[in-house]
């Protein structure tokens, strides 16, 4: 047989192909929790722990068991904000998710400090009903939102507010105090501030009326000004008419001025050379045309015919023709005086009529361009007002407009704030008929199960807790497999019992021996003082009566056991030493013991000389004894117990039942995987008769009275019969 080679924490160590040494047995017993034993076994701490649960159940059933009253009052939180005048869009919810984290947030302000305390206040005289004398009220208000029980309904749109209290009278009107505070609350953060909104809106409202007033006022002026009654977009501006005629005249006199200025400048010799020789050609061409010229010319021709008919025949000389041509010469004279005469008047009158006339049509220019500015300046000021007087309209009608809308705005606050909005009450608390809570004798009564069942369950956690192997199931549990043997404690098993277990434990090795061929076994313990000298001495013992030699050789230098003492034998440590053979030192068996080789002088060392050589020499003694076992000290305190494992057989690990815990045995049996022992195997010592499910009593009872082995536990006597 080989060791496993599997860490032990995940496969204990086993031999191979699940063949235990010295066969291995199954783990005894039934379930490894026993109500009855475990009770047996700790009654004490059962007891204690009934007592400590009524000691404090009692004081807590008195105080507890005070009858309790509870009342509640439920309060509805809409979805939709139900408007009197119109919605509010930016009171809307826009998601479910947005409406149940506005429950969430109505639910956890119900308590709010301010609320409590405020209502606690509205309650006047009767707030005695949760404020206690001398207590602060804002002790009290922390309290009270301490035992307020606000809870949204799930699948509704409804919060419910519970107060429970020692009192019967007045907790509904308390509850309903804080309700209706916290409705108030609700609608004025829905409105914030509402009361102020609106008197500042009304405000702005008297303001935007004084400026209507005051801008009519002066459309009024506006128009009286300019003499209209109404301000339209299609008026025409009556001045623009007017100057339009007035621009025409002025253009029409600006052509005329300019034509009787280049008139004068014609014939006017200081404004242009030559004008006086125009101005006279143009007084004789009107001179030629004078009536008195005209007569005269006539007059003087018929003279002047006359004349020249009297000279016609008349020599120069003659007096006559003398007398005649001085009165031709007289007539051309008075002609020629006549005619300079003429052309200098109308040379004049023709230049200061045309002077004349170049001053009018300047004069009627000034006066036009004159008056062209004023229609100017009168319609730009009639075009000025009169946009103003519209400007002013549409800024009347537009301020109209904002105080419709401020006016809305105010009737909205001013009528929601009042409405009943998201918040209301759905069902105030009513004073409540009975007790929800409490009697002392039936909390006494729970009391006292409560500490019976804790009494009950306390033993078995203390098993289920304990971390000691105390049955071959543990040892299983830890190692993988069942041990070869577990021994009752002596003082429990009595002398034929425990020679019984020895002879099993005997007969197991003698299986493994005869199957496997094995001989050399090494018993070691996980701790000291396990009674691993006891097993080898009674087990040697055991096998020379079942007819085998056996050969107990005692290697534990870390602590000798006095029976092995003997003065005829010098001991192992001589023949470690090679002074003698093992077989000079072997101390010959009784009755009581079988054939040992004790430890002899070890100079007062932990450990023996020359220890490599001890396997080799036990194995040489073949011919004398068919079986050795070897009494090693503990596995986790010597190194000889891991040098001398790792050439034996067999490795049998004994176990100290109650004394060795779950973390030791795993340590036990890492220690023997790394040294790689050939095989090993397990005995359980010292199991206590309760143990389990009290397996080893009733195998003790079976034994030494005959009485059959009970069925695995209480519940299956009762069901499986």
């Known amino acids: 047989m080989s060791a496993a080679e599997q860490n032990p924490t995940e496969a204990p160590v086993t031999a191979p192909d699940e063949v235990k040494p010295?066969?291995?047995?199954?783990?005894?017993?039934?379930?490894?929790?026993?109500?009855?034993?475990?009770?047996?076994?700790?009654?004490?701490?059962?007891?204690?722990?009934?007592?400590?649960?009524?000691?404090?159940?009692?004081?807590?059933?008195?105080?507890?068991?005070?009858?309790?009253?509870?009342?509640?009052?439920?309060?509805?939180?809409?979805?939709?904000?139900?408007?009197?005048?119109?919605d509010g869009k930016e009171i809307d919810p826009k998601s479910d998710s947005q409406y149940h984290e506005y429950?969430?947030?109505?639910?956890?302000?119900?308590?709010?400090?301010?609320?409590?305390?405020?209502?606690?206040?509205?309650?006047?005289?009767?707030?005695?009903?949760?404020?206690?004398?001398?207590?602060?009220?804002?002790?009290?208000a922390e309290r009270l939102q301490g035992a307020l029980e606000i809870q949204p309904?799930?699948?509704?749109?409804?919060?419910?507010?519970?107060?429970?209290?020692?009192?019967?009278?007045?907790?509904?009107?308390?509850?309903?105090?804080?309700?209706?505070?916290?409705?108030?609350?609700?609608?004025?953060?829905?409105?914030?501030?509402?009361?102020?909104?609106?008197?500042?809106?009304?405000?702005?409202?008297?303001?935007?009326?004084?400026?209507?007033?005051?801008?009519?006022?002066r459309r009024l002026e506006i128009a009286q000004e300019?003499?209209?009654?109404?301000?339209?977009?299609?008026?025409?501006?009556?001045?623009?008419?007017?100057?339009?005629?007035?621009?025409?005249?002025?253009?029409?006199?600006?052509?005329?001025?300019?034509?009787?200025?280049?008139?004068?400048?014609?014939?006017?010799?200081?404004?242009?050379?030559?004008?006086?020789?125009?101005?006279?050609?143009?007084a004789e061409a009107e001179a030629t045309r004078?009536?008195?010229?005209?007569?005269?010319?006539?007059?003087?021709?018929?003279?002047?015919?006359?004349?020249?008919?009297?000279?016609?025949?008349?020599?120069?000389?003659?007096?006559?023709?003398?007398?005649?041509?001085?009165?031709?010469?007289?007539?051309?004279?008075?002609?020629?005086?006549?005619?300079?005469?003429?052309?200098?008047?109308?040379?004049?009158?023709?230049?200061?009529?045309?002077?004349?006339?170049?001053?009018?049509?300047?004069?009627?220019?000034?006066?036009?361009?004159?008056?062209?500015?004023?229609?100017?300046?009168?319609?730009?000021y009639f075009t000025k007002n009169y946009q103003e007087g519209m400007q002013l309209g549409i800024e009347i009608d537009q301020a109209r407009k904002r105080i419709d809308s401020l006016q809305e705005r105010i009737d909205f606050l001013s009528l929601e704030k009042n409405a009943p909005g998201f918040v209301r009450i759905f069902s105030s608390a009513r004073p409540p008929d009975q007790a929800t809570k409490g009697g002392r004798r039936k909390l006494f009564g729970l009391a006292l199960a409560a500490a019976l069942l804790l009494g009950l369950i306390a033993p078995v956690g203390v098993d289920i807790l304990d971390p000691r192997i105390q049955t071959p199931r543990n040892v299983e549990t830890v190692l993988g497999f069942a041990p070869i043997a577990w021994l009752l404690r002596r003082q429990d098993a009595g002398p034929e019992f425990a020679r019984e277990q020895i002879r099993r434990l005997a007969s197991r090795i003698l299986q493994d021996h005869q199957t496997n061929g094995t001989r050399i076994f090494a018993f070691t313990s996980v701790k000291a003082r396990g009674g691993t000298s006891s097993i080898v001495m009674e087990t040697a013992t055991a096998i020379g009566r079942l007819g085998?030699?056996?050969?107990?050789?005692?290697?534990?230098?870390?602590?000798?056991?006095?029976?092995?003492?003997?003065?005829n034998s010098r001991g192992l440590s001589f023949v470690l030493r090679g002074s003698q053979e093992i077989g000079d030192c072997v101390v010959p068996g009784t009755d009581e013991m079988p054939d040992y080789v004790p430890l002899g002088d070890v100079d007062e060392h932990k450990s023996l000389p020359d220890i490599q050589k001890l396997i080799e020499i036990l194995r040489a003694s073949a011919d004398a004894y068919e079986v050795v076992l070897i009494d090693l000290p503990p596995i986790l305190?010597?190194?000889?117990?891991?040098?001398?494992?790792?050439?034996?057989?067999?490795?049998?690990?004994?176990?100290?039942?109650?004394?060795?815990?779950?973390?030791?045995?795993?340590?036990?049996?890492?220690?023997?995987?790394?040294?790689?022992?050939?095989?090993?195997?397990?005995?359980?010592?010292?199991?206590?008769?309760?143990?389990?499910d009290g397996f080893a009593r009733r195998a003790r009872a079976e034994f030494t009275d005959g009485t059959a082995a009970a069925s695995?536990?209480?519940?299956?006597?009762?069901?499986?019969?």
């Open 548 to 567: 085998l030699s056996a050969l107990a050789v005692e290697a534990n230098a870390y602590r000798a056991d006095p029976r092995y003492r003997n003065t």
């Open 290 to 380: 004078d009536t008195s010229l005209t007569s005269l010319e006539a007059n003087q021709s018929t003279r002047r015919t006359q004349l020249l008919t009297a000279i016609s025949g008349l020599s120069p000389d003659h007096p006559g023709r003398r007398a005649a041509e001085r009165e031709l010469a007289e007539l051309d004279n008075e002609q020629r005086a006549v005619s300079d005469r003429l052309v200098k008047s109308w040379s004049k009158t023709m230049l200061d009529q045309r002077t004349a006339d170049a001053y009018k049509t300047g004069r009627v220019e000034q006066q036009l361009s004159a008056e062209v500015d004023q229609q100017t300046s009168q319609a730009t």
């Open 153 to 217: 309904v799930p699948d509704t749109y409804q919060i419910t507010v519970t107060l429970e209290s020692k009192r019967r009278d007045g907790i509904a009107d308390l509850v309903n105090a804080v309700t209706t505070t916290f409705i108030e609350r609700a609608k004025s953060e829905e409105f914030y501030a509402s009361d102020e909104r609106v008197r500042n809106l009304t405000l702005d409202r008297s303001r935007i009326e004084q400026e209507i007033r005051d801008k009519q006022a």
């Open 226 to 282: 300019l003499g209209v009654s109404s301000f339209t977009e299609n008026f025409v501006n009556p001045y623009d008419r007017l100057l339009v005629e007035a621009k025409e005249a002025l253009a029409i006199a600006r052509r005329q001025n300019i034509e009787a200025v280049a008139q004068v400048a014609a014939v006017d010799e200081k404004q242009r050379k030559g004008g006086a020789d125009a101005l006279r050609a143009m």
């Open 637 to 692: 305190a010597s190194v000889d117990a891991e040098f001398i494992a790792r050439g034996a057989d067999v490795t049998v690990l004994v176990i100290e039942a109650n004394a060795v815990n779950r973390d030791e045995l795993k340590r036990a049996a890492a220690c023997l995987e790394r040294i790689k022992v050939a095989a090993v195997s397990a005995v359980l010592n010292k199991v206590a008769p309760d143990a389990g």
């Open 712 to 721: 695995n536990g209480w519940l299956a006597r009762r069901f499986w019969k």
């Open 103 to 140: 429950i969430q947030e109505n639910a956890r302000t119900i308590n709010r400090f301010d609320i409590v305390t405020e209502a606690l206040r509205k309650l006047g005289s009767r707030k005695s009903v949760w404020v206690e004398p001398n207590e602060t009220m804002d002790h009290a």
């Open 22 to 86: 010295a066969g291995a047995i199954p783990a005894p017993g039934g379930s490894a929790i026993s109500v009855l034993r475990s009770l047996r076994r700790h009654k004490f701490v059962a007891f204690l722990v009934v007592m400590l649960v009524i000691a404090a159940g009692l004081p807590l059933a008195w105080i507890k068991g005070t009858p309790r009253y509870a009342t509640t009052a439920v309060i509805f939180v809409s979805p939709h904000f139900v408007a009197n005048l119109q």
